[in-house]
């Protein structure tokens, strides 16, 4: 099993749609998730942490489900500017340093 | 600030050739990593440092080298480029190896490996 998990999409919805993407993780003592948003042929860049049960942040909602293993990252009114790849992102030990175990990504396109 | 920088933008290299891709961050960040991305693997690391003077490898270390002499550099050595080398590399930078950092990631290097 990979440890970050994502459907690859991609998600096509209408503009104002609701839109959720769920990813799993198997490292069961993960403590800080993240989603990071990466449009194509850029830098990935920060979009939400999540620390505790869950995370809001305007239209972004992360909620994560520590028993089942998995984050999921909800988006209303979806915009045009949305589109774009969405990586979930667990963090973990790695010897001195840290280690960002990085999802392939899930590809969300909003459409007029 | 010009945050995390990284050249050259786009590369191509023949089997055997070496290369070095910069990396540079006017943060006075202490962490700094490397990473490629590969279709529908996510980002893997490759090496990281924590301060100046110390660097480890990471997941993916084989056939690549680094240094890191100065705060704000981290250059990315490929010693004998190799196809499978054929890659996007970004190199990240937080102010800590703590987990809960925000990393910065530079702009990317496209390699391409004939």
């Known amino acids: 099993r990979k440890e970050v998990e994502q459907d690859p999409g991609p998600f096509n919805v209408p503009e104002g749609a609701t839109v959720a993407f769920n990813c799993t993780y198997s490292n069961s003592a993960s403590q800080s998730f993240f989603w990071y948003r990466q449009d194509c042929r850029k830098e990935p860049k920060l979009l939400m942490s999540?620390?505790?049960s869950g995370n809001e942040d305007g239209r972004f909602t992360a909620q994560l489900n520590r028993a089942s293993q998995y984050i999921s990252l909800l988006i209303r009114d979806s915009k045009l500017s949305d589109s774009a790849t969405y990586l979930c992102v667990v963090p973990a030990r790695y010897n001195a340093g840290n280690m960002l175990t990085f999802g392939g990504g899930t590809r969300l396109m909003v459409k007029p | 600030n010009a945050g995390v920088t990284q050249t050259p933008k786009f590369q191509v290299l023949k089997t055997g050739q070496s290369m070095t891709l910069q990396c540079a961050q006017d943060m006075n960040h202490e962490y700094m990593s490397w990473y490629r991305q590969d279709p529908g693997m996510g980002l893997r690391l490759i090496h990281y440092?924590?301060?100046?003077?110390?660097?480890d490898q990471g997941e993916v270390p084989n056939g690549y080298n680094v240094s890191r002499s100065t705060t704000e550099d981290f250059p990315l050595r490929l010693l004998s480029a190799a196809p499978s080398q054929t890659s996007v590399y970004f190199c990240?930078?937080?102010?800590?190896?703590?987990?809960?950092?925000?990393?910065?990631f530079g702009p990317g290097t496209r390699l391409l490996v004939l």
């Open positions: 440092s924590v301060g100046a003077g110390i660097t």
């Open positions: 999540v620390y505790s």
């Open positions: 990240a930078s937080s102010y800590t190896s703590s987990f809960r950092e925000t990393q910065y």
